[in-house]
């Protein structure tokens, strides 16, 4: 067992390493809403004998320290990005989350499934549920609903991150089992029936995947029914195996980035794009995919039209979008973040330039 913080960017995680890497994928855990780690305790050490385990408190809960970043789900994927990459542990990933978690674990492999072996979601909220579900409950659930959103983020933060899964959802082939709550807590039987509905559909984003229905169990599932999960998830770890899922693809490296990123750019991963000059506006939304394919810092210099974002690898700067300049960038290489460079862009431009990234890794 590896038991420690990891200070991100000044940001302390609390992180624990159950089990041994080896042939199989590790195993990623994120707990609900206002949850943290302890919510694993009944199922991970059966994992852990099987493979790598990773649990961890997301910022601000269990040992973890607060973050600056908004409480959305898109902000807590890059934290526990910077977690794995801080503790070395490798890709591909097993992903498991319940309930909010399970939104995380989506949009992680949403927006990076080359890291993705498989999804395992525990009664995860579907992306709809403030549409379609909440309005069918009562109004006394619907008040103990919205008031519970005290611990980390508030109620708009948790809408904006079900927003943020929506807009990132594709069909992808990420082996995906979902295990849905058949005894839910004050729910009618029509309730009952319409959540394990929801919880089905969620299986139309992958074209893998398989649905399970948890008969005796509440919410918490990994509890209420232990056993049940411990095997799911251990003949699910077995049927996949520690391959290279890009091995077949044409990677982007620092040498084709540039033509990659050049019939990726459009107006619609910039407002100011143009034929003429496709990487004005990009700066920022650029920092953001390179760091994301070839890691390193993102960094920023003083212009006339406010910051310029790009990249620094190993010690080297990466400026990809220096074209849009009439004239040469004198570099300041100020240190920034992912949360700066997102003021430049918005989610829908990153998203963009990220499927047509994805694209072009798979189709080529």
């Known amino acids: 067992m590896n038991d420690?913080?990891?200070?991100?960017?000044?940001?302390?995680?609390?992180?624990?390493?159950?089990?041994?890497?080896?042939?199989?994928?590790?195993?990623?855990?994120?707990?609900?809403?206002?949850?943290?780690?302890?919510?694993?305790k009944s199922i991970y050490p059966e994992l852990s004998k099987l493979t790598q385990v990773i649990l961890y408190d997301r910022a601000g809960l269990g040992k973890s320290e607060r973050s600056s970043n908004p409480r959305t789900s898109l902000f807590m994927v890059e934290e526990l990005r910077e977690l794995l990459k801080s503790k070395k542990v490798l890709p591909p990933y097993i992903l498991v989350g319940h309930s909010y978690g399970g939104v995380n674990m989506r949009l992680f492999n949403n927006l990076y499934p080359q890291e993705v072996a498989g999804l395992v979601l525990i009664d995860s909220t579907p992306e709809d549920y403030a549409e379609r579900f909440l309005p069918t409950m009562s109004e006394e659930f619907k008040v103990a609903y919205k008031k519970q959103f005290t611990r980390e983020g508030n109620f708009h933060e948790f809408?904006?991150?079900?927003?943020?899964?929506?807009?990132?959802?594709?069909?992808?082939?990420?082996?995906?089992?979902?295990?849905?709550?058949?005894?839910?807590?004050?729910?009618?039987?029509?309730?009952?029936?319409?959540?394990?509905?929801?919880q089905e559909e969620i299986l139309r984003f992958t074209t893998n995947g398989q649905f399970l229905i948890a008969e005796n169990s509440a919410h918490y599932i990994q509890n209420d029914e232990p056993k049940l999960v411990i095997n799911i998830i251990?003949?699910?770890?077995?049927?996949?195996?520690?391959?290279?899922?890009?091995?077949?693809?044409k990677m982007i490296n620092e040498k084709n980035l540039i033509d990659v990123l050049f019939e990726s750019w459009s107006i619609n991963t910039s407002s100011k794009w143009s034929p003429e000059n496709p990487a004005k506006g990009q700066c920022g939304v650029t920092s953001l995919i390179v760091q994301d394919f070839l890691g390193g810092e993102i960094v920023k210099t003083l212009m006339p039209k406010g910051w310029h974002f790009y990249n620094k690898i190993n010690g080297i700067r990466y400026d990809y979008t220096s074209s849009q300049f009439d004239k040469g960038v004198h570099y300041s290489d100020i240190p920034s973040n992912r949360a700066e460079a997102f003021q430049d862009t918005n989610l829908e431009q990153y998203l963009t330039l990220k499927k047509n990234m994805l694209s072009y890794q798979i189709n080529r």
């Open 4 to 40: 420690s913080q990891t200070n991100l960017n000044g940001l302390h995680l609390d992180c624990t390493i159950y089990g041994e890497s080896n042939e199989f994928p590790t195993v990623i855990m994120d707990a609900g809403y206002g949850d943290y780690s302890k919510a694993w």
């Open 159 to 198: 809408m904006e991150s079900l927003k943020q899964l929506h807009k990132s959802n594709r069909v992808s082939g990420t082996p995906t089992i979902v295990l849905s709550a058949g005894k839910k807590d004050h729910y009618s039987k029509e309730s009952q029936a319409l959540w394990n509905r929801m």
């Open 234 to 249: 251990l003949r699910y770890i077995k049927s996949l195996s520690n391959t290279n899922r890009s091995k077949n693809r």
